[in-house]
């Protein structure tokens, strides 16, 4: 059982839009930053948000992120079939000084 | 380009051990913390340890403190983690990753990753 909480599924249709939320704690989400990955069947994971809502290089804009209080949001919009996979939120706990991931997230694009 | 490529996993009996080495190329390796991570088979991101650039602050995860250590020889652009006294639960792929800034989790390059079977 994860320290950070992602809902086990999503699901959407292409062209619409989808939000998959990490909740956390006072120790975690709301002192540090967050990062989101994306991680497509058998391959590395991906960098796609990092500082809550910073998006690296080569990252479309139709991936956004955001953080309130404990909790932070990953929002896909104008969603594609090649959007389908496992999405993880993370950050640093300054209790444990440990790094933490989310339990993952899985997309289908129906 | 950056790349960052793990080598040394494989199948070890309970109780053995084992060393992995992730090598860096394409940017400053003595700059950047680096950090493993590994991922059980059908499982989710599992933190494991982290090292700054030069090596004197170390972090692990509960689950492999005592048995695990993570290293680098800046010189070799090399990263390690010894594991020993491994586990079946500790079978996973093991990834090597750098992080864009010091004290974050912002994973910017991942290796490929290096499968770690621990079975008798």
């Known amino acids: 059982q994860s320290v950070l909480t992602q809902p086990p599924s999503v699901s959407a249709a292409p062209g619409q839009k989808v939000t998959i939320s990490c909740s956390g704690s006072s120790s975690n989400i709301e002192i540090n930053y967050v990062s989101w990955y994306q991680q497509l069947p058998g391959t590395a994971p991906k960098l796609l948000i990092y500082?809550?809502?910073k998006r690296p290089s080569g990252i479309p804009d139709r991936f956004s992120g955001s953080k309130s209080g404990t909790s932070a949001t990953l929002g896909i919009t104008g969603l594609q079939t090649g959007d389908e996979a496992d999405y993880y939120c993370?950050?640093?706990?300054?209790?444990?000084?440990?790094?933490?991931f989310g339990g993952g997230t899985k997309l289908t694009v129906l | 380009e950056v790349q960052v490529v793990e080598s040394g996993g494989g199948l070890v009996q309970p109780g053995g051990s084992l060393r992995l080495s992730c090598a860096a190329s394409?940017?400053?390796?003595?700059?950047?913390?680096m950090h493993w991570v590994r991922q059980g088979p059908g499982k989710g991101l599992v933190w494991v340890s982290r090292i700054n650039s030069d090596g004197s602050s170390i972090s692990y995860a509960d689950s492999v403190k005592g048995r695990f250590t993570i290293s680098r020889d800046n010189a070799k652009n090399t990263l390690y983690l010894q594991m020993n006294s491994l586990r079946a639960e500790d079978t996973a792929v093991y990834y090597c990753?750098?992080?864009?800034?010091?004290?974050?989790?912002?994973?910017?390059?991942w290796g490929q990753g290096s499968l770690v079977t621990v079975s008798s």
């Open positions: 394409g940017f400053t390796f003595s700059s950047y913390w």
């Open positions: 990753a750098r992080v864009s800034r010091g004290e974050s989790l912002n994973f910017d390059y």
């Open positions: 993370g950050t640093w706990d300054s209790s444990l000084s440990a790094g933490l």
């Open positions: 500082d809550n809502n």
